[in-house]
């Protein structure tokens, strides 16, 4: 009997195929990052130069991220739909380039919404999973708060895109599609281009920061040189006990989070032991 299941399983963890030849000195919005008192925001240098080095993936999107990618695209396309029945729909995918010196920014903005004169970006993501849900749309304790990686980004929109002041950040919940909305700005606050949301400033989040890591990142690029890691692709029985002390009982994970979504994470794995923030 033909395992149909297989078949599309298989066909989608091969979807994305793999790393596409990269432009020097170009970069996305979606692979900023930022330091901050906390620790690294954003993502690693290290899995951005495996990119444009061409390096095979050694861990592919699943079938399953595959799949949650693609309905996060559904989500965004529906809200266009009802943006345009609206009347509010102005423009959508809107692609443009700003050179910062010695690297570029190649961004694309979901939308621009319009009415009376007043236009905004609008950014649509789609979350799920008790984690995200705590962050974004806030728990009795603590309130919700935009991803710290879609912050990054929507920076960057604002200042690429100077005619429009303000960004409309909205988060589709994926389960039951409730909806949380953040109005994010940039201010000058002593010579600094900081991020507010919802009219508070947000310290940790400057344009310069952002653009100083890329001019890092493109750094080690040019040079050939392979960044450290930024994030920790295995804990060490140090890192463990350091973790469980904190947690007041025994961390399930092994590693840092993003790096069990990274698709080098096996060959970074193998590279010599140099963590880049620990």
């Not at 989500?75 to 443009?96: C, D, P, S, Y």
């Not at 029985?237 to 979504?261: F, P, Q």
Request: aromatic residues 10%; positive net charge.
């Amino acid at each position: 009997m033909i395992d149909f299941t297989s078949i599309i399983t298989d066909s989608l963890n091969d979807y994305w195929g793999g790393i596409k030849a990269r432009e020097l000195g170009v970069f996305w919005p979606s692979e900023a990052s930022t330091s901050a008192p906390q620790g690294l925001i954003g993502k690693c240098h290290r899995a951005i130069f495996y990119s444009f080095a061409g390096t095979a993936l050694t861990n592919p999107i699943s079938g399953k991220a595959t799949r949650k990618m693609l309905a996060g695209k559904s989500i965004e396309q529906n809200e266009h739909l009802f943006a345009e029945r609206a009347g509010i729909l102005a423009a959508k995918n809107v692609k443009t380039r700003k050179n910062f010196g010695d690297i570029t920014i190649s961004a694309e903005i979901d939308a621009i919404y319009a009415r009376d004169g007043h236009q905004v970006i609008a950014e649509i993501k789609s979350i799920g999973g008790y984690f995200a849900m705590s962050e974004v749309f806030g728990t009795a304790k603590k309130p919700g708060h935009p991803k710290s990686d879609n912050l990054l980004q929507v920076i960057l929109y604002l200042d690429i895109f100077p005619q429009y002041q303000s960004c409309l950040l909205r988060y589709i919940d994926r389960t039951d599609c409730e909806t949380k909305d953040f109005t994010v700005t940039l201010r000058k606050v002593g010579g600094i281009s900081l991020a507010t949301v919802d009219g508070e400033i947000q310290p940790d989040f400057s344009l310069e920061r952002i653009l100083d890591r890329f001019r890092l990142l493109n750094s080690y690029i040019l040079a050939n040189t392979l960044p450290p890691r930024d994030y920790r692709p295995i804990y060490s029985v140090t890192d463990l006990a350091e973790i469980n002390s904190k947690l007041k009982g025994k961390s399930k994970r092994l590693c840092d989070w993003r790096c069990n979504y990274c698709v080098f994470r096996d060959r970074c794995l193998k590279e010599e032991k140099v963590y880049g923030n620990h």
